[in-house]
């Protein structure tokens, strides 16, 4: 993990899933806006979420920005 003073980086969890689904994804105008790719529903839990939590890659870090205590 990566701490400053008011925030850090930590490794996504699972449990992080669900609140960028809703907050970024299921936003239907915002991600229109922000991505080219055509939007289409995704379950709750499903794997073929875009935050869902994947092994470790060479060209990517996926992480999570967490309040410092």
């Known amino acids: 993990m990566i ?21 970024l994804y299921d936003d239907v105008p915002v991600r229109s806006r922000a991505d ?7 379950p709750p839990g499903s794997t073929a979420s875009p935050y869902a939590v994947s ?3 060479d060209d ?3 992480f999570s920005v967490v309040e410092s205590e």
């Open 36 to 42: 080219s790719r055509p939007w289409r529903p995704v």
């Open 3 to 23: 701490k400053g003073d008011l925030v850090g980086l930590r490794a996504r969890h699972d449990e992080d899933v669900p609140v960028l689904q809703a907050d």
């Open 60 to 62: 990517v870090a996926f």
């Open 55 to 57: 092994g470790p890659a």
